[in-house]
């Protein structure tokens, strides 16, 4: 599902990514290398016209992976050994744009963020099918997390010290 669905589900959770990405302005971007095994990158991520994009340099080895096997998982940068201002993830499809109209809508939320854009073809644009998306964040002596999935309502969990996980109603 698009980013526009995704915070019609799950408005809580797409609030935190949103706030994470555009604080943050880069994501981790979790693909699988030709031979299966995990590759972890950096991205830019931009959200417009409803949707998660991820522009990537022409023919990196990350953009390979997602035009090989568009799994992937995006997460949130985390700035301490504590994840104080909590942890943020996406499991989902990327999905290559080759419209060309829609990938002026990337450049045009690109240059707004940056003052640059690139160059028309030099580039590989992706959009994240969202499949799933989960959430950590730290309460007094607790994790509260938020674990939400396509077509499923939303569900939190209070994890104590003590290895106790209640849920939160």
Known sequence: MHWAEFEVQAPELAQ???????????????????DGSPRISVVEPDIANGRLYLGM???????????RDP????????????ASGGEFK?????????DLVERKIYRQALYKRIEWEPEEPNFHLFAIDI????????????????????GQPVRKFRDYADGRREEIT
Do not use: P
């Open 16 to 34: 935190l990514g949103r706030k994470r990405f555009e604080q943050d302005q880069v994501l981790f971007l979790g693909t699988v290398r030709r």
């Open 57 to 67: 340099i022409w023919r990196s080895y990350k953009a390979l992976d997602l035009l």
């Open 71 to 82: 799994r992937c998982t995006v997460h949130a940068l985390i700035h301490d050994r504590m």
């Open 90 to 98: 996406l499991h989902g499809r990327a999905l290559e744009i080759n």
């Open 131 to 150: 499949i799933s998306a989960a959430s950590f964040l730290t309460e007094e002596e607790t994790r509260v997390l938020t674990l939400w999935r396509a």
